[in-house]
Structure formats: C-alpha cells, structure tokens
C-alpha cells in the first residue's frame, strides 16, 4: 500500500493546513496579504476586539448555541427513547421523516419559515384572521434561538438512538418488573444510561449554533441580530475594500471556539462507544407499554415534524407557485409556473442548477474516491501519521462554512498559479470535500474496519499481490461504504451554502450560494423556485439513501 500512503503523506497535511495558515497570517498583517503595504502587526486584533459589534455578535452566538442546545439535547433524548424503547405507533415513518431536517439546507428552511409564520406569512395571515394580531415575531433572538433548537432536534435523536440500541436491557427489564411507569423508566434509567451519546450530541449542538449562517442572515438580520457569521459577512467591504486582515481575525475568533469543541466530541464519542457495550447480549427487551400515551407521544412528534418540516417547506412550495403575496390576498387565486418560466429564462439560474447536479454526482464520486484513497492507505498501517490523520481530517470541520470558503479563497489567491482556481467548480469542489472530509471518510472507514484480516491474508497467501488484493478482496467489500459516502456526499454538496459564498463566479454558480446572492437582492420568486428545485434534488438522494438502506 506504500503506493496509497505516499500521496495522502504528502498532499493531505497541505490540503487541510494551507488555508488555516493562510487565515492565521492574514491575521497579523495590517492590510491585506496582496497589498505591497502589507506588515506584520496587531492593529488588526486591536480593532476587532475593541469592536461593539464583535462583542455583541460573540455573546449572541453564545446565546444562540446554548439556547438552540437546551432545546434539541432533551427533546431528542425523548425522542430517541419513544422510538427505541417503547411501543409508539407509526415508527416505520417517523425515523425516515427525522432525517430531513438534516438533509434540508438551511438557507431553505429559513426561507420557508419567512414565508409561512413572517409579518405576513400564510400561518401569520390565519392567526391574525381568527384572533385579530399575530401572536410570535419571527425576527428576533427568541424565535431565532427556538427554530434552530427545532431544526437541530434529529441531530441529538441519531447519536442518543444509537446509544440506546446498544444498552444492557437487563436494568429496563429489572426496573419494570418493580412497577416503575414508562417516564421513570426513561428517566431513571435509560436516558441516564446514554448520557455520553447525550452529552457528545449538546457538544455538537453548541458547535453548530457556532456556525450558523444561514437561519441569522435570513430571520435575525431584519431584527439587528447579529452573530459571528453574519459579522463576518458584513466585513467584506466594511472600509471600501477587501478587509480580509479584519475579517480573518474573526475567523481566528471562531476556530478558537470551535475547535476545543470538535476534539472534544472526538473524545465524547469515543467515550460513549465504551459505554455502551456493557452487558445486554442476547438479552431481548418487549417493547415500554405507553397505553394511551402513545397517542399523545405521536401527536407531540407529529407537532414537531409540522413546525419543523411541514411549514418551511410549505412556504417554499407556496411562495414557488404564486405570483403575488401579502396581507389580503389569497394565494390560491393566484397560482402560476411563471416563477418556474422565469427561471428557465435566465441562463445563469440553469447554469447554476447544471453545475449544482455535476458537483453533487461527478464532484462527489471524485470526493469519494480521494476519501477511499485515504482510508486505504491508513488500514492497518502502524504509524504514528495515522493518528496524525484522525486530528487532520477534523480540522476543517472545525471551521464553519462561510469560514471554510473563505480560507479556500484567499489559498486560491496567495499560492501562485492558483488563481484560475479561484472561481472555478474546481475550486468548489476542492473545498466541498476538504470541509467535509470527516464525515465521507468516517463511512469507509468502517466499512474497512469490518473486514477480517484473515480476507486479505488469504489472497496474498495464493500470490496476489497488494494491488490485486484491493481490486479483488478489499473493494468490493466495501462498495456498500463507498455508494453509503457516495449518497451522504451528494446530499451535502446540493444542501451547502455557505462554503461557496466567496468562491462561485461568473459561470460557476451553485444553488446555494446563489439563493444567498438572489434573497439579499430581494428577488424572491427566483428564490423560491430555485429553493424548490434544491429541495427535489436532495429528496432524490434522500430517497435512494433510504432504499438502499444506507444509514447515517
């Protein structure tokens, strides 16, 4: 394997260490690192930490991540116990249903809910129709903190349901045969049982509400609320010109919050894999009666699949097919496909859904295959590199993506000839993979962590060499990984916004980006009819995942 091993020595430390030592230069210099005026110096750390609205836009983003955590982490605890341990009806729906939140980019879902419960979106309209005033302002804090709490609930259900699966059912089964109700049981046991799943899953939430961009922009900025990411949107041309020595010390302020928090759920999941493997084995558990609480449980899980799927969406596909909006008018005497036409009538928008469709398919089997090439090259190698990569490959999930997309643009414009990079797929693509090598890698990884050692021992034993033992043995053992990372990289490339926000150009848009660019120019038709095509793109991946059986 000397032969894999030596491009991922040489080309990985430099893919993902490139751009964080280009955003930690920048923040040292006074002027931009193409300015021939460029020094060294703190001038720049001085202006943004002397800053009101870094301050402000710092104490938000906590408020954000604290709060959208104490909303997700115990109601998707819950949730993961309702659908694992009890006897709730309707569970060959609901847990496809949990994953869509996931898969949804944000910036849609943000859009939607504009449409449905904004000043005058179509559940804002009724509440006021019936009761005379509506009852909940979308754009402020608190409605910011509550959807992205909502929005962020399956994320905590993935790994608390996996830690569920996994525990001694004996302790259930002693608890019940005392008499304690469903609730006590959860609370007593269970739940208190996955409490590193738990408390990995609030770590994850508090990072995320870190790298939110996409749910501030559209539904805090018309409230003046501002956090990190918006900031340093805002910073691009705060004096005129590209303040990149500024805004790469917000970046710098960012990743040293992010990036105790990644190594950290590192740690978290690792201690919660030990956890779990205690005891149960063979042990088979009946299903907690709820009686007629099951009803309650799933019209409560019902509820919440509404407000945080079934009224995002809703506003999308409404707002797609009508051509007026507003207090006192009714949308369905004003349905149309001339959103639809109209998008067709703009070369760029199509341009933008082709690349979109090439990057999803094409760019993610590429990503794929450098994903295997790593992950090939580290199986059973005994080397300290290999520990090197577990830390690498999380380094560019510690940034967020408008951070990430920006690092990737200023490599693109400090390495010589790197410049038609720039705007390019190429370059989309170069970041899209590098920011979620992480996550593409995990899924080969442990399909190769399945294989025996006795597999590829045998072939080698009847003379195949180590490259014929990959074609024949390895590969093929794996294909269900590399279709799994394959499927979960399509979804991810059609949902990202935010990493492409600097780096699309002329001819090279993508939908995401382009649905940031079009929402601040106000052109909402366009982005509702390009929001739904977004959605019936990753549908279709959503889809082929769930029929192929492929689990996050």
């Given at each position: 394997?000397?032969?894999?091993?030596?491009?991922?020595?040489?080309?990985?430390?430099?893919?993902?260490?490139?751009?964080?030592?280009?955003?930690?230069?920048?923040?040292?210099?006074?002027?931009?690192?193409?300015?021939?005026?460029?020094?060294?110096?703190?001038?720049?750390?001085?202006?943004?930490?002397?800053?009101?609205?870094?301050?402000?836009?710092?104490?938000?983003?906590?408020?954000?991540?604290?709060?959208?955590?104490?909303?997700?982490?115990?109601?998707?605890?819950?949730?993961?116990?309702?659908?694992?341990?009890?006897?709730?009806?309707?569970?060959?729906?609901?847990?496809?249903?949990?994953?869509?939140?996931?898969v949804l980019s944000p910036i849609v879902i943000a859009f939607g809910y504009v449409i449905a419960v904004g000043p005058v979106g179509f559940a804002s309209l009724a509440a006021k129709a019936v009761i005379g005033f509506v009852p909940w302002n979308l754009y402020s804090l608190g409605s910011l903190i509550v959807i992205a709490g909502l929005t962020h609930v399956p994320h905590v259900y993935l790994f608390s349901s996996a830690s569920l699966r996994k525990l001694n059912l004996e302790l259930e089964e002693q608890a019940r045969v005392m008499g304690a109700p469903p609730w006590r049981v959860a609370l007593t046991v269970s739940l208190p049982l996955a409490w590193p799943a738990l408390v990995y899953s609030g770590v994850l939430i508090f990072f995320l509400g870190f790298e939110l961009f996409g749910l501030p922009l559209i539904i805090g900025d018309p409230a003046n609320v501002l956090v990190l990411t918006t900031?340093?949107?805002?910073?691009?041309?705060?004096?005129?010109?590209?303040?990149?020595?500024?805004?790469?010390?917000?970046?710098?302020?960012?990743?040293?919050?992010?990036?105790?928090?990644?190594?950290?759920?590192?740690?978290?999941?690792?201690?919660?894999?030990?956890?779990?493997?205690?005891?149960?084995?063979?042990?088979?558990?009946?299903p907690l009666r709820l009686g007629p609480w099951r009803w309650v449980a799933l019209a409560c899980i019902v509820l919440w699949l509404l407000l945080a799927i079934g009224l995002p969406l809703a506003g999308v596909l409404l707002r797609a097919f009508v051509n007026r909006w507003g207090e006192g008018i009714n949308p369905f005497q004003n349905l149309t496909l001339q959103n639809f036409i109209d998008l067709a009538e703009h070369p760029n928008l199509i341009v933008a859904i082709v690349n979109t469709c090439f990057l999803a398919t094409a760019g993610a089997g590429a990503a794929v295959a450098v994903y295997a090439v790593i992950a090939l090259?580290?199986?059973?190698?005994?080397?300290?590199?290999?520990?090197?990569?577990?830390?690498?490959?999380?380094?560019?999930?510690?940034?967020?993506?408008?951070?990430?997309?920006?690092?990737?643009?200023?490599?693109?414009?400090?390495?010589?000839?790197?410049?038609?990079?720039?705007?390019?797929?190429?370059?989309?693509?170069?970041?899209?993979?590098?920011?979620?090598?992480?996550?593409?890698?995990?899924?080969?990884?442990?399909?190769?962590?399945?294989?025996?050692?006795?597999?590829?021992?045998?072939?080698?034993?009847?003379?195949?060499?180590?490259?014929?033992?990959?074609?024949?043995?390895?590969?093929?053992?794996?294909?269900?990984?590399?279709?799994?990372?394959?499927?979960?990289?399509f979804m991810i490339f059609v949902r990202e916004y935010s990493t492409g926000v600097y780096l699309q150009g002329p001819g090279t848009e993508v939908l995401g980006p382009l649905i940031v660019s079009l929402f601040g120019g106000g052109s909402l038709e366009l982005v509702a009819a390009l929001s739904v095509v977004n959605v019936a793109l990753v549908a279709a991946g959503l889809a082929l995942a769930l029929r192929l059986g492929v689990r996050l």
């Open positions: 394997m000397i032969w894999l091993r030596l491009p991922t020595v040489a080309i990985l430390p430099v893919l993902v260490l490139l751009p964080v030592g280009i955003v930690v230069y920048q923040s040292f210099l006074d002027e931009p690192f193409f300015s021939a005026a460029a020094r060294l110096s703190l001038s720049s750390y001085q202006f943004i930490l002397a800053e009101p609205d870094f301050a402000r836009a710092f104490l938000t983003s906590f408020l954000l991540a604290a709060g959208m955590t104490a909303i997700a982490v115990p109601l998707g605890g819950v949730l993961a116990f309702l659908v694992v341990r009890t006897d709730l009806p309707g569970k060959s729906w609901i847990e496809p249903a949990l994953l869509v939140p996931i900031y340093l949107f805002k910073l691009t041309n705060i004096m005129g010109t590209p303040s990149y020595q500024l805004m790469a010390v917000v970046v710098v302020a960012i990743a040293l919050v992010t990036l105790p928090l990644v190594y950290l759920q590192r740690y978290l999941l690792r201690m919660a894999e030990r956890y779990v493997t205690m005891g149960g084995k063979g042990v088979q558990s009946r090259a580290t199986h059973r190698w005994k080397s300290r590199f290999v520990a090197m990569v577990d830390y690498l490959v999380l380094l560019p999930r510690a940034m967020p993506g408008l951070v990430a997309g920006l690092a990737f643009l200023w490599v693109f414009l400090f390495v010589p000839y790197l410049g038609a990079v720039r705007s390019s797929l190429i370059g989309l693509w170069l970041a899209y993979s590098t920011v979620w090598l992480a996550f593409g890698l995990r899924l080969i990884s442990a399909s190769l962590s399945q294989i025996a050692p006795e597999l590829e021992e045998a072939a080698r034993v009847i003379g195949a060499r180590p490259g014929r033992a990959l074609r024949d043995v390895t590969l093929p053992l794996i294909r269900f990984g590399l279709v799994s990372s394959w499927l979960l990289c």
